[in-house]
């Protein structure tokens, strides 16, 4: 797993990673941009999964306030 809020990941930074299962290597492009990188076989799947974790309401939260 990684740490994006690290310092280290800065733009420029190119990590191999497991994404949805499914090996992936990430690019930094810039501080909130990044580019995916999968085998053509898994980017309908890679990009159906991007989708449904951006949806509203998916957002994580580590504490529930009030």
Same mark, same amino acid.
């Given at each position: 797993? $990684? +740490?994006?809020?690290? !310092? ?7 990590? *191999? ?8 290597? $990430? +690019?930094?492009?810039? !501080? ?7 085998? *053509? ?26």
């Amino acid at each position: 797993s $990684l +740490d994006l809020l690290d !310092p280290a990941y800065g733009p420029g930074t190119c990590r *191999r990673m497991r994404y949805a299962e499914i090996a992936a290597l $990430l +690019d930094v492009v810039e !501080p909130d941009v990044f580019d995916i990188y999968v085998f *053509r076989s898994y980017a309908d799947y890679t990009w159906d999964y991007v989708v449904a974790t951006a949806r509203k309401g998916s957002e994580i939260r580590l504490f529930k306030s009030g």
